[in-house]
């Protein structure tokens, strides 16, 4: 099955090796040392958002890399545009699972594509991505329930029984590449080592998006 259909049918897509080791190291040392910069290296969520217009060089060269944007064209037609982009950081002190959830909830509108970058080997040991193939063509409920990890909002389980959960283990520089409907969750990290993923999302700009989340963009 090519990518597309695979999205298509499943809401999601894995492109092994888009980004090579190296590039993935340096990147990592860059996102690192930004996070040192502005004292988000150990925030209690692990996550740290940047829109589009707080982008550095070198963060600016990875979300608009060619062979990523051309999978985002691939995926969302070819008027895509970059919107903002976070790191994921679990470790030893920042174990916790990421629950079920959909990225739409949290900001309405249009279709959003989101490339998850490895920027360590995932397993379900270190907490890799967990998905619900073929979610991505309605809304699910989400409940509120009180953590400190910022993920406040969950899909209840109950929701969800019966449906089949793909766990999506994945090596160094491939990149999940997610709609924002798709049901999605992380596995606890066990492993007691440090776990970094990069994430970038997209909009096709030729579609309306009554969103208020963003306010600034980089067409591609
Ligand atoms: O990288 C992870 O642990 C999951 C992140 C996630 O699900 C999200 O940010 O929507």
Not at 68 to 74: I, N
Not at 135 to 143: A, G, L, N, Q, S
Not at 147 to 162: A, C, H, K, M, V
Request: aromatic share 10%.
């Amino acid at each position: 099955m090519s990518h597309v259909s695979e999205y298509q049918a499943t809401g999601f897509t894995v492109i092994p090796g888009l980004f090579s080791r190296e590039r993935i190291a340096e990147i990592k040392r860059n996102a690192i040392r930004l996070l040192t910069e502005i004292d988000r290296l150990n925030v209690p969520s692990g996550v740290n958002v940047w829109m589009a217009d707080q982008i550095d060089e070198t963060i600016r060269e990875v979300v608009t890399d060619p062979r990523l944007v051309q999978v985002v064209r691939d995926l969302i037609g070819k008027a895509p545009e970059f919107l903002s982009v976070k790191t994921v950081f679990k470790s030893a002190g920042k174990r916790f699972p990421s629950p079920w959830h959909q990225d739409w909830f949290y900001w309405k509108g249009s279709t959003k594509l989101s490339a998850w970058i490895a920027l360590d080997k995932a397993t379900e040991e270190n907490g890799c991505l967990k998905m619900i193939p073929g979610t991505h063509t309605r809304v699910f409920p989400m409940r509120n329930k009180e953590t400190e990890t910022g993920f406040n909002r969950q899909i209840p389980s109950s929701e969800l029984e019966d449906l089949p959960v793909q766990t999506v283990p994945v090596e160094i520089g491939d990149v999940v590449f997610f709609h924002d409907l798709a049901v999605h969750g992380s596995h606890e990290n066990r492993s007691g080592a440090d776990r970094w993923s990069l994430i970038a999302t997209y909009r096709d700009r030729s579609e309306p998006d009554d969103s208020t989340v963003w306010n600034s963009s980089l067409p591609l």
